[in-house]
């Protein structure tokens, strides 16, 4: 019965969720600088009636619906940060910001979340304990689920299960993506600084060259994944930057490298680093130079508490019928709601959008686009989910 009643009332916002996603498409903000996105969350949210609690997170937001009767406190979350990229599309809503545009689909998580919060205020006389919806900024640079918690979203009332949902172009519209356990990539950044001794290019026995050192450190770096980490585990080493020298006969006396790491476990993240850090106290004796690592770190793994996920393909079957709900391999993406992980278990879940016209607008591209039913599908599948979730 309350499935009909949330299939009727996601119904009902849909053109509302249409609208506000539009809107948000044509004013996309970067980082930690969402604070438009959220005024826009906050309005549309009071005008339904819906408890908005606080600002958070900078330019984040939280609001509460309470159920009549009790249960648990659930928390949803979306990322309303858009990206640096110019947008080629020429729609109507194109966005209206040079140089900035929603290409990973926050503007569909953003509006689906507020269309959730007001489906759930419409029934909340059949609704168990409390659904707090969390409205982030910063997703893409790593910072905004950090802050969040840091405001105290997790706590008061203390947030005992969350759930979050991607759109993803993969996966077939009205299916979902679920997967056990470890599902996206913890990431780490790292920084490397090579020191050695420039000169004449022409007399390199009076050097120390660093160039050299790099192109072994590089190469030697090839082996951490596969001479350390076992083939049947996943791990990633990249270096994306390096930079060095100015012109063709002078051995400069630095370079640095820039990369990215990747784990689908904890234990294989340290075992990684580890390496890297023997691997460079060797270059360091063999090619006298001297070499400085940093590593930031960045996102955990996103862990999928397997009884949620389960409660996902149950919910998604039920709602978009049996077979619609897949086992999806993980990536090494990596995302912060990993974080709220940390305080509560939870799952996060693959929203299919690829469809006719949309085969060639891939996540994180200037033409990115989605069929916006996606969003009708994805508001009555998390609304059932906070249902569900609260009563049980
Ligand atoms: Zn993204
Ligand atoms: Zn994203």
Redesign the pocket.
């Known amino acids: 019965m309350i499935r009909e009643l949330i299939r009727r009332e996601a119904k009902r916002v849909y053109p509302e969720v249409v609208r506000l996603r539009r809107e948000i498409h044509m004013r996309p903000e970067l980082g930690m600088e969402t604070f438009g996105t959220a005024d826009l969350v906050v309005s549309a949210l009071r005008k339904a009636g819906v408890q908005v609690e606080k600002a958070a997170g900078g330019a984040g937001a939280v609001a509460l619906v309470k159920g009549a009767k009790p249960g648990r406190c659930v928390g949803l979350r979306a990322?309303m940060d858009a990206?640096p990229i110019e947008e080629e599309n020429d729609v109507p809503y194109r966005s209206k910001v040079r140089g900035v545009m929603h290409?990973?689909?926050?503007d569909a998580h953003t509006a689906m979340l507020v269309g959730v919060g007001i489906v759930l205020n419409s029934l909340r006389e059949h609704l168990s304990g409390a659904v707090k919806l969390i409205f982030q900024p910063g997703?893409?640079v790593g910072k905004g689920a950090l802050a969040m918690i840091e405001d105290g979203v997790m706590d008061d009332p203390k947030v005992e299960m969350i759930f979050a949902q991607h759109v993803w172009t993969e996966l077939e519209l009205g299916r979902i993506g679920v997967r056990k356990g470890a599902c996206m990539a913890n990431m780490d950044e790292v920084r490397i600084e090579i020191e050695g001794v420039g000169g004449h290019g022409a007399y390199p026995h009076l050097t120390r060259d660093p160039i050299v050192a790099a192109a072994y450190l590089i190469t030697q770096l090839q082996t951490v994944v596969s001479r350390t980490v076992s083939p049947l585990e996943s791990a990633v080493v990249s270096i994306c930057r390096v930079q060095g020298g100015t012109t063709f006969n002078v051995i400069p006396s630095k370079v640095e490298l820039q990369g990215t790491l990747r784990s689908l476990d904890e234990e294989v993240r340290e075992r990684v680093i580890e390496r890297i850090k023997a691997i460079l106290r060797g270059i360091e004796a063999g090619m006298e130079v001297r070499c400085r690592f940093e590593c930031r770190r960045g996102s955990p793994v996103v862990y999928n508490d397997p009884e949620l996920t389960e409660l996902v393909r149950e919910v998604g079957e039920e709602v978009l019928g049996e077979g619609s709900v897949e086992e999806v391999e993980p990536t090494m993406?990596g995302e912060d709601f990993a974080f709220y992980l940390q305080h509560a278990p939870g799952t996060f879940y693959r929203l299919g959008i690829k469809a006719e016209g949309f085969e060639d607008k891939k996540?994180?591209s200037p033409n990115f686009d989605l069929p916006e039913e996606a969003m009708r599908i994805g508001v009555e599948v998390m609304a059932n989910l906070a249902f569900r979730a609260t009563s049980a």
């Not at 290409?103 to 926050?106: E, L």
């Open positions: 990322d990206l290409a990973c689909g926050h997703e893409e993406g996540i994180h």
